[in-house]
């Protein structure tokens, strides 16, 4: 099933983990604060064989502000993060992910 390659459930944990970098990236202070990071849901899309090193970026979908005030009036707020993991010599996307993740305070 592997074809001598990354399984499926480490490409996925490696989205998650680029989508909580972000989340710490642009919402940090809160986490310090008491936020608790959570991921809500992922759907992933395995689009090529990974046949080397790859390397994994995420991208905030919508405005942080927007989040952020959603957060400081509710006390939650969720948000999606549009991750891909592409081979880091020649930058052929291998997987796209949607995380959801969300910020709640407890």
């Known amino acids: 099933n592997h074809v001598g390659r990354p399984p499926p459930a480490a490409l996925f944990g490696l989205g998650v983990r680029t989508a909580f970098a972000l989340m710490l990236k642009a919402f940090g202070d809160e986490v310090k604060s008491g936020a608790v990071p959570l991921i809500k849901s992922g759907a992933i899309e395995f689009k090529a064989i990974v046949t080397g090193a790859v390397l994994s970026t995420a991208t905030l979908v919508g405005d942080p502000a927007a989040v952020r005030a959603r957060f400081d009036e509710r ?15 020649g930058g052929v996307i291998t997987t796209l992910m949607r995380p959801r993740m969300s910020l709640k305070r407890f």
């Open 75 to 89: 006390g939650s707020a969720s948000f999606e993060v549009a991750v891909e993991i592409a081979l880091e010599d």
